[in-house]
């Protein structure tokens, strides 16, 4: 076991460093866009996207306690940190998913004009920055719950940023303007599917 908690340490510390400067920088360009076009879908990734930075940054933190070696005071270390850090990194999750619900409702009565293009381009950064940043975890996603969580955060970006590239070729093509808050809310559904069971394993985990 020490082998592992070493192998973990020396690798995943500059994955969540280049992680959380990554998605940093794509939710200042993603945010701009989406006050600039209106689009409620841009904006309601880029939450997420914020959600996720703080994300990474607690995963980092558990992570890096979990490293510190025992002491007679506690026996098994820091470790629990990782269970704790995943358990609020899925409640930090299911805020991010009422509020874009709520968002999207609102936007089905109040529509905008959208630039369908510009969410496509911005929307595709994010389809390369977020799978690049869920590789970095993939190597022991099955192994540490706390980088599992990770992972999740980042695997379903990249599946919500494919969606609004979908949006915003639909807003193009027929100038539909439903299509945004729809597809905001299929990204609370996919966000809320991918984090339901990483809730359950890390609250049963907590008790």
């Not at 076991?1 to 460093?17: C, I, L, Y």
């Not at 990249?158 to 969606?163: E, I, L, W, Y």
């Given at each position: 076991?020490?082998?592992?908690?070493?192998?973990?340490?020396?690798?995943?510390?500059?994955?969540?460093?280049i992680?959380?400067?990554?998605?940093?920088?794509?939710?200042?360009?993603?945010?701009?866009?989406g006050?600039?076009?209106?689009?409620?879908a841009?904006?309601?990734?880029?939450?997420?996207n914020?959600?996720?930075?703080?994300?990474?940054?607690?995963?980092?933190?558990?992570?890096?306690?979990?490293?510190?070696?025992?002491?007679?005071?506690?026996?098994?270390g820091?470790?629990?940190a990782?269970?704790?850090?995943?358990?609020?990194?899925?409640?930090?999750?299911?805020?991010?998913?009422?509020?874009?619900?709520?968002?999207?409702?609102?936007?089905?009565?109040?529509?905008?004009?959208?630039?369908?293009?510009?969410?496509?381009?911005v929307?595709?950064?994010?389809?390369?920055?977020n799978?690049?940043?869920?590789m970095?975890?993939?190597?022991?996603?099955?192994?540490?719950?706390?980088?599992?969580?990770?992972?999740?955060?980042?695997?379903?970006d990249?599946?919500?940023?494919?969606?609004v590239?979908?949006?915003g070729?639909?807003?193009?093509?027929?100038?539909?303007?439903?299509?945004?808050?729809?597809?905001?809310?299929?990204?609370?559904?996919?966000?809320?599917?991918?984090?339901?069971n990483?809730?359950?394993?890390?609250?049963?985990?907590?008790?």
């Open positions: 076991m020490p082998h592992s908690h070493d192998h973990v340490a020396t690798n995943h510390g500059r994955a969540f460093a992680g959380v400067g990554l998605n940093i920088a794509y939710v200042l360009v993603e945010a701009g866009f006050f600039a076009t209106g689009s409620l841009l904006l309601s990734d880029a939450g997420h914020l959600s996720d930075v703080f994300g990474l940054l607690l995963a980092w933190g558990g992570h890096a306690l979990a490293s510190i070696s025992p002491s007679r005071r506690r026996t098994y820091w470790r629990g990782t269970v704790l850090a995943a358990l609020l990194n899925a409640l930090l999750l299911l805020a991010a998913i009422g509020g874009i619900a709520w968002e999207a409702v609102r936007r089905f009565s109040e529509p905008a004009e959208l630039g369908g293009l510009s969410i496509v381009a929307a595709g950064m994010g389809v390369v920055i799978a690049a940043t869920a970095l975890f993939w190597s022991d996603r099955r192994d540490d719950l706390n980088i599992r969580g990770a992972f999740l955060h980042m695997a379903a990249t599946g919500v940023s494919v969606g590239v979908v949006a070729l639909g807003i193009w093509a027929t100038g539909w303007a439903w299509i945004d808050p729809v597809t905001s809310l299929v990204i609370a559904a996919v966000v809320f599917v991918s984090t339901w990483l809730l359950r394993e890390s609250s049963n985990l907590a008790v």
